[in-house]
């Protein structure tokens, strides 16, 4: 799917931990329009937001704070915990998210090169088939531990919970043509980045069809 601009739409996905999001902030310094996908669901989970009164029926007053807003870490414990629940979770959010990503891949603004849809769950929600190229944004599982422990302030094994409540890289690379392993450096990171770049612009036709690249 592109905007109305005519501008190619990237997917980016992976793992929690992988770095995705660190993969569009670079991507957005190329000349990229970034769409956080969790923002989006953040807001929806917001007590204005859309998904707040289904989500707080569904798991109960005790996911909520002293405000009455969701509590994000204690629905986290409660979701990533029991496959079950997570799919109910996502079964609410999800329909929400994608409807307002496609708004925003819409009204565009003028002005960039092309969009970016940064979305861990980009292939579980079939956001896929809005792109035009899907990057796999990869690492070891220990350097995704290690990650998700700093920036969520949770121990290893909730961590690791994390990691398993998701689809494997395996499952995920069938749906992407740009690999990218991302446990090494932010300068061999940024180095990669601007080959897939390359690579893409070098086509001719767009950017259908092309060959997985691993980098």
Same mark, same amino acid.
């Given at each position: 799917?592109? @905007?109305? @601009? ?5 997917? =980016? ?9 660190? =993969? ?47 509590? #994000? ?42 969009? =970016? ?16 190229? =899907? ?25 690791? #919970? ?54």
């Amino acid at each position: 799917m592109k @905007s109305t @601009s005519g501008l190619p739409t990237i997917g =980016v996905t992976g793992i929690t931990g992988s770095g995705t999001s660190t =993969v569009a902030t670079i991507l957005a310094e190329r000349g990229g329009f970034i769409i956080h996908v969790d923002k989006l669901a953040h807001e929806a989970m917001a007590k204005s937001g859309a998904s707040y009164a289904e989500i707080v029926s569904t798991f109960g007053s005790e996911i909520l704070n002293e405000k009455g807003e969701i509590n #994000r870490r204690v629905l986290g414990a409660k979701v990533f915990a029991n496959k079950e629940e997570l799919a109910k979770l996502e079964k609410i959010i999800h329909p929400r998210v994608i409807d307002r990503t496609r708004e925003i891949v819409e009204i565009m603004p003028p002005g960039y090169t092309f969009a =970016v849809i940064d979305a861990p769950l980009l292939v579980e929600s079939n956001m896929h088939t809005m792109c035009d190229s =899907v990057w796999l944004v990869t690492a070891t599982d220990d350097v995704r531990i290690a990650r998700v422990t700093a920036r969520d302030s949770i121990d290893e094994n909730a961590a690791k #919970r994390r990691l398993q409540a998701r689809a494997g890289d395996s499952a995920l690379r069938e749906h992407a043509n740009i690999i990218i392993e991302n446990s090494g450096s932010a300068i061999a990171l940024r180095s990669k980045i601007e080959i897939a770049l390359k690579a893409l612009s070098l086509r001719r036709n767009g950017w259908e069809g092309l060959e997985v690249l691993e980098l």
